[in-house]
């Protein structure tokens, strides 16, 4: 188990051993051999939790206790995957009866209810037959860690101190437009970086490049920079890249021109991509930023670069002073660490949001000592202020210096002892949801709603004391967002990134268990991984999908694909029929962008789903086992342009939550019984067919729907109907877009139907 990944078992175990576990045994109260073994997880469960402060303590140094917690977690993840197996069979049970008792079939009404109910009851005496042995195992497992427990001496830690599992002050969320954090020292470096880009009219393209080590505010300074007056009237076109680990001269060109021209269309082919920036900036004076620089290859660099000329400045982040050799910059800017006055300012806008600490004299002494440890980085005295901004009593200032993570070597896992310990002070839920994601590439710029979806998939966002509900994700998310874990992006303002040292902390914090594929280097999963990612390329072939062999009991597969822009990405076909018909656990799937025309017909083995993600790709139908998937919260298919039908059962899926057809255009109309799907929070698009204008009457029983709706079709819809929608009661939905055919006439518009 990763050093800090305690505290997050803590959660995940009390849910287990509370309403999953409790509803498990209502379930087969009627089976008393399993009934039984289940009573006995409810005894042990609690017991191992108890003990889980003890085992973080002692597996820095006991490899017994390591192998312990590893052990444990992996029979959580287990333990989880039996009990879902438990809800899912009552959830069908329950959707089958509700099928059978609204069918007005001649066939179904000529069926004596007696034996209807009986059909039920056998079936469900099968299934938890089959159950047996799985439990059986995991009770012998439990017992085994129960021993060994007692055996490494583990036990119980009763302490008054507030741990990072209780509740903690909810922080307040930042937002894009905050201007409250003064930015301190590099002002030197900051005006002389302007005065060099202003002046410089040479012939030929001027590099300006920023060295130093991670976390030291290279990219802070070139965002000042990029983003101060002068340099937006010096300038007639800017552009910002994440260049990160993944150097591709056709994805850092397509980003380039899609700056500097909303209106490009996509191109794969790299000199025809130069040759239209290099006619875009012919005679214009353009800023580029290429931020976090690793790739040392001259070749590279030199491809790069061989579209810009005269009036073409760039400026190069980078740690590695090879890279800063290899760009030859007309200056290069080496940062050094700030003194401990610039630090300490840092710290106290985020810790009390004061520029010094004159208004809180009480904690002077412990900050100005917390400061010097932050050794001069920007990043750790940021980390530090922002875990202490919810902490107003000085005893646990004091215990925060205090603590042994200080003196824990940097070597032992390379992250700087300030962002371990604001790692160590999250609320657990929020370190789970942070671990989760490890699975992000460096450099990957994500969304809000993106990342929560996935969380929600995988039950990152359900707590005893406060139940999942439409807004806990985000504020998750937002929480993260204020402790600098995440950043706003530079050239995006709706979308966020990880500092390369955060995303290096949440790799360590998670260990095995969550794993990702990165560039071109050959790697193999854990038979322990249970969430897998990987960078999506133009040709994703069998090579890349053998690190998958290992894998039994994965739950996420998730391709992320750096380039925001609509491209085809091919998959080979051996992960369609081969590789996700044995993922039986899954929650997450993702096919997102890949030129696929057929789904396999695999879905019913899948009980698990959570988040199908199938957007841009072009399937044309959905096959008739999607709608077996009970658990499934999250449909996506999103510019879906192939798309000519949602499934006609997809009443089924009793748990959906999420449906988004925005641009699927080809599909026609909505199926019969989507009002039944009364889950739905979030539901694009509402497609009223010819001759179904009665179907707009559903909407009625949406009551949940939030967000932007768009209402299509309504050239079929006559008032009555459109009454009976109760559109205007619908209080969640932002902004509700109607739509009317293109044939049909201004003047026919139904104004009444409008109003309704």
């Keep these: 188990m990763s050093v800090f990944g305690e505290a997050a078992l803590y959660v995940f175990l009390d849910r287990l051993a509370g309403k999953s576990l409790d509803s498990a045994l209502n379930f087969v109260a009627d089976h008393g051999q399993l009934h039984q073994q289940l009573k006995q997880w409810e005894s042990l469960l609690p017991d191992i939790q108890a003990v889980l402060d003890d085992a973080e303590e002692k597996q820095i140094k006991n490899m017994g206790v390591k192998k312990w917690l590893d052990d444990l977690q992996d029979l959580a993840y287990d333990v989880d995957d039996i009990l879902d197996e438990f809800a899912y069979e009552e959830l069908r049970l329950k959707v089958q009866k509700t099928q059978a008792q609204t069918s007005t079939s001649k066939v179904r009404k ?91 009219n040479s012939n030929g393209v001027s590099v300006l490049s920023i060295v130093g080590m991670g976390g030291m505010g290279k990219t802070t300074l070139a965002q000042l920079v990029y983003n101060d007056a002068a340099i937006n009237e010096s300038f007639d076109h800017k552009a910002w890249v994440c260049v990160s680990d993944n150097f591709d001269a056709v994805n850092i060109t397509r980003t380039i021109l899609k700056s500097i021209d909303p209106d490009f269309r996509d191109e794969n082919d790299l000199n025809l991509l130069q040759v239209k920036l290099k006619e875009k900036l012919s005679g214009k004076r353009f800023l580029l930023v290429l931020d ?51 630090c300490l300012s840092i710290f106290t806008q985020h810790a009390l949001k004061a520029r010094n600490f004159d208004g809180h004299l009480h904690f002077k002494e412990i900050g100005e000592k917390m400061v010097k440890r932050c050794n001069g980085l920007p ?77 929600r998939a995988e ?66 999963f854990s038979i322990r991984t249970r969430h897998a990612s990987y960078i999506g390329s133009m040709f994703d072939t069998v090579k890349k999908f053998e690190a998958f062999d290992q894998t039994i009991s994965l739950r996420a597969f998730l391709p992320l694909i750096f380039t925001s822009y609509y491209l085809e990405f091919y998959l080979t076909n051996v992960v369609l029929v081969d590789l996700l018909p044995r993922l039986d656990y899954l929650r997450v799937l993702s096919l997102s962008g890949y030129n696929i025309v057929e789904l396999p017909d695999v879905f019913e083995n899948l009980k698990h789903l959570r988040y199908l993600n199938f957007s841009y790709t072009k399937i044309k139908c959905l096959p008739d086992s999607l ?71 559903e909407l009625k029983y949406l009551s949940n729907l939030k967000g932007d709706f768009h209402l299509s079709g309504l050239e079929n819809v006559n008032c009555q109907d459109a009454g009976e929608a109760k559109l205007h009661e619908k209080q969640g939905i932002d902004r509700l877009v109607v739509h009317w055919s293109e044939k049909f006439e201004k003047a026919s518009r139904n104004k009444e139907v409008e109003e309704r």
């Design 110 to 200: 000529l069926i004596p209810t007696c034996f209807s109910g009986t059909s039920f009851i056998l079936t469900s005496f099968g299934f938890k037959n089959s159950m047996i042995p799985k439990v059986k195992d995991i009770t012998a497992r439990l017992n085994n860690l129960t021993t060994r427990r007692s055996n490494l001496g583990l036990s119980e830690i009763l302490s008054q101190a507030p741990t990072s599992k209780g509740k903690q002050p909810r922080l307040q969320p930042t937002s894009v437009l905050d201007g409250a954090m003064e930015y301190v020292g590099r002002h030197k470096e900051k005006q002389e970086l302007i005065e060099l880009l202003k002046g410089n």
């Design 292 to 342: 976090d620089i690793w790739n040392e290859n001259y070749n590279d660099w030199t491809i790069l670069r061989s579209p810009f000329g005269a009036g073409a400045n760039i400026i190069v982040t980078t740690r590695l002073q090879i890279v800063s050799s290899i760009v030859d910059p007309l200056k290069t800017f080496y940062l050094d660490k700030l003194s401990d006055d610039d």
């Design 459 to 524: 039950g990152l966002l359900q707590q005893k004391a406060m139940p999942q509900n439409k807004d806990l994700g985000n504020q998750y998310f937002q929480d993260l967002v204020s402790r600098s874990f995440f950043l706003i992006s530079s050239k995006d303002k709706s979308r966020f990134i990880m500092h390369d040292l955060i995303n290096d902390l949440a790799q360590v914090v998670a260990g095995e268990i969550f794993s990702k594929l990165e560039g071109d280097r050959q790697q193999k």
């Design 379 to 455: 990043l750790a005295a940021k980390a530090i202020g922002s875990l202490l901004r919810t902490i107003k009593y000085h005893r646990e200032w004091e215990r925060i210096y205090e603590s042994e993570i200080w003196n824990l070597p940097e070597e032992q896992c390379g992250i700087i002892p300030a962002l371990r310990l604001s790692y160590h002070h999250l609320p657990s839920y929020l370190k789970r949801c942070f671990a989760y994601c490890s699975m992000l590439p460096k450099g990957y710029e994500f969304g809000e709603e993106e990342i929560v979806l996935l969380w």
């Design 627 to 697: 709608c077996t998937l009970y658990h499934l919260e999250t449909l996506l298919l999103k510019k879906c342009i192939k798309l000519q039908k949602l499934p006609s059962k997809i009443e089924k899926l009793a748990s959906l939550q999420y449906l988004d057809i925005r641009g699927a255009n080809l599909i026609e109309r909505m199926p019969f019984g989507i009002g039944k799907l009364t889950n739905l929070q979030r539901l694009s698009d509402f497609v009223i067919g010819e001759g179904d204008g009665h179907h707009i009457r």
